[in-house]
């Protein structure tokens, strides 16, 4: 089947580096890649919407300065936490629509745990 | 008010029990709907779609209520490896899938 590839699946960085997570796909042509964020007990909530060689659309209350997303070509899209802060530590994953033999359905990464301490 | 709403639990049963789960969801344009399966810090995995008609795919059954924007799952002879959250997920527009926050289901030998 479709498969995304999420990479790194965890992390830890200091507060105020930055970091970057990679979305892949790898067996189709991911037109849109989604980015959410859950953090403990809760509901994945979608950052922001990003089409192949367009700028991203974020959702209301996520900082586009901050989360910075990158979708240069239809397999890989990136997400940099820039100066991150604890406050940013959460489970991110990406989910990425595309055409996979007839299918247009959502596949998502594997997520990345972020931790900042 | 919550664009999906499920009740979190946990529902806690016993093997071979049958459980239901209930989600709602407040707009009346949203177009799809979905069931997923989320385990212990691992990412969302599609369980089945949800339409008007019902669905059922071996011990799952899934139902969906336009008219009271309402969905449900049911799952029957719960088996232990059945046990993880699970999120009622609705399309509203342009692709965006939306998360319920989950319910937890754990099954007990």
């Known amino acids: 089947g479709a498969v995304v590839s999420q990479h790194p699946s965890w992390v830890i960085c200091k507060s105020g580096t930055s970091v970057k997570i990679e979305c892949r796909s790898l067996?189709?042509?991911?037109?849109?890649m989604f980015w959410y964020r859950q953090f403990p007990k809760q509901s994945l909530m979608l950052m922001a919407t990003?089409?192949?060689?367009?700028?991203?659309?974020?959702e209301q209350g996520v900082e586009k300065d901050k989360f910075l997303i990158n979708h240069a070509s239809l397999t890989l899209s990136t997400l940099t936490v820039t100066s991150a802060h604890p406050e940013d530590s959460s489970f991110y994953i990406c989910?990425?629509?595309?055409?996979?033999?007839?299918?247009?359905?959502?596949?998502f990464g594997s997520g990345t745990r972020l931790t900042v301490v | 008010r919550k664009e999906v709403e499920q009740d979190p639990g946990p529902f806690n049963v016993p093997e071979g029990a049958t459980v239901a789960f209930n989600c709602t969801y407040s707009n009346s344009a949203s177009q799809s709907f979905f069931w997923y399966r989320q385990d212990c810090r691992k990412e969302p995995k599609l369980l089945m779609s949800v339409y008007s008609s019902g669905n059922e795919d071996g011990r799952f059954t899934a139902q969906l209520n336009r008219a009271s924007q309402y969905i449900s799952l049911l799952i029957r002879d719960s088996k232990l490896s059945d046990s993880a959250t699970y999120l009622c997920?609705?399309?509203?527009?342009?692709?965006?899938?939306?998360f319920g926050a989950g319910t937890i289901l754990r099954v007990k030998s």
């Open positions: 997920v609705v399309i509203l527009y342009g692709n965006k899938l939306v």
């Open positions: 990003s089409n192949e060689g367009s700028k991203a659309t974020y």
């Open positions: 989910s990425a629509q595309g055409r996979y033999r007839s299918n247009y359905g959502y596949t």
């Open positions: 067996d189709f042509q991911a037109t849109t």
